[in-house]
């Protein structure tokens, strides 16, 4: 007996078969991947250090600045992705 899961997902692949990525679109997003990585440890080093610096009023401020640096890369994660996709119609 198949699961809610399984029993949705086949439908939906009725209905939006996915698109196959070729060998190059997967090595670009894993390009992609690897750069917002580094990108995101670069801003986790930078203001955990100042984290640690802080007086206990601005790390509040700190903290926040970092939870909307990582949102903002893995946005610019999923659209560089997206773009990626969407040559072959799986956007």
């Given at each position: 007996m198949k699961s809610?899961?399984?029993?949705?997902?086949e439908r939906?692949?009725?209905?939006?078969?996915?698109?196959?990525l070729s060998a190059e679109q997967?090595?670009?997003l894993a390009e992609v991947d690897q750069q917002?990585?580094?990108e995101i440890a670069g801003k986790r080093?930078?203001?955990e250090g100042?984290?640690?610096?802080?007086e206990f009023h601005e790390?509040?401020?700190i903290r926040r600045q970092l939870a909307s640096e990582i949102?903002?890369?893995e946005e610019k994660r999923e659209r560089e992705k997206g773009k990626i996709r969407s040559a072959t119609g799986m956007g």
């Open positions: 809610a899961y399984e029993l949705a997902m939906l692949e009725k209905v939006a078969p996915a698109a196959q997967k090595a670009r917002i990585d580094a080093v930078f203001l100042q984290l640690a610096k802080a790390q509040d401020s949102a903002r890369l």
